[in-house]
């Protein structure tokens, strides 16, 4: 049994959301979502990144299959893999750009 926070969420908490939630507002990214939040698409995708799954269809499966988990691991829900294609190729780029410059620059 699991006592402490899961280490994706972790891993998370290092993110400076505050300064991604200003981004997201700057360019103007969550205008119209239904579904899929600029922080619930950035979560899946630093999930990806973090596993072994090769594309945004492998992201969502394994999301799925641990879906009594995704609370714990800070996303709201998982979403079907053309809702997270179609959030990557409308979604303003620079909102992520901006999050990686900042991460980087804390570093140094």
Avoid: W
Wanted: hydrophobic share 30%; aromatic share 12%; charged share 25%.
């Amino acid at each position: 049994m699991n006592s402490g926070k899961y280490v994706f969420s972790q891993i998370v908490d290092f993110l400076k959301m505050t300064s991604f939630k200003k981004f997201v507002r700057k360019y103007n990214g969550d205008h119209r979502v239904r579904e899929l939040t600029c922080h619930n698409q950035l979560l899946h995708l630093l999930f990806g990144q973090l596993s072994p799954c090769d594309s945004l269809r492998d992201i969502c499966l394994c999301l799925a299959a641990h879906e009594s988990s995704l609370y714990h691991m800070g996303f709201g829900n998982t979403v079907d893999h053309t809702t997270l294609s179609r959030a990557n190729e409308k979604r303003d780029y620079r909102i992520y750009e901006e999050l990686g410059y900042l991460s980087r620059k804390s570093r140094h």
